[in-house]
């Protein structure tokens, strides 16, 4: 009985010491795969947010790109219209050079013309003033002779 009731407190000290042993094995391993899923939590959650702030920033780039080429587009178009404005101006002094030239042309011409008109009826009735004259002379020297 004794060597019984020591056999049976040693191994009661034996169970008690394995599952001190299994509990802090359980506890270890336990602790590790905690350690591993908070990492791998980490890991994930540091990738996501990479993710977000990636997308984030292409959205960004993406906005910059579009409002750049409209600003740029803008400044084209505005550039473009003072160009016509420009050439419009030019195109419409130039028109008025060509149209006074031909209009200075033409009333130099008309002066022309109508100086040969008036040079010409004044010449007929010179001309006739002289045969008018010539007639009355040659009729008073009939007259007188």
């Known amino acids: 009985n004794w060597r019984a009731a020591v056999c049976r407190e040693a191994y009661r000290q034996d169970v008690a ?7 802090k094995w359980r506890r270890a391993v336990c602790r590790e795969a905690y350690c591993q899923n908070i990492a791998a939590a ?36 505005e550039a473009y219209r003072q160009d016509v404005a420009a050439a419009k101006i030019i195109q419409a002094k130039w028109r008025r050079a060509v149209c006074r030239e031909a209009y200075c042309q033409n009333i130099a011409a008309a002066k022309m013309i109508q100086a040969k008109w008036r040079a010409t009826v004044c010449r007929e009735a010179y001309c006739q003033n002289i045969a008018a004259a010539k007639s009355i002379q040659a009729n008073w020297r009939a007259a007188v002779c």
Do not use: D, F, L, P
């Open 42 to 77: 980490k890991m994930i959650q540091a990738k996501w947010r990479a993710t977000v702030c990636r997308e984030a920033y292409c959205q960004n780039i993406a906005a910059a790109k579009s409002i750049q080429a409209n600003w740029r587009a803008a400044v084209c178009r």
């Open 17 to 23: 010491a394995a599952k001190i042993i299994q509990a």
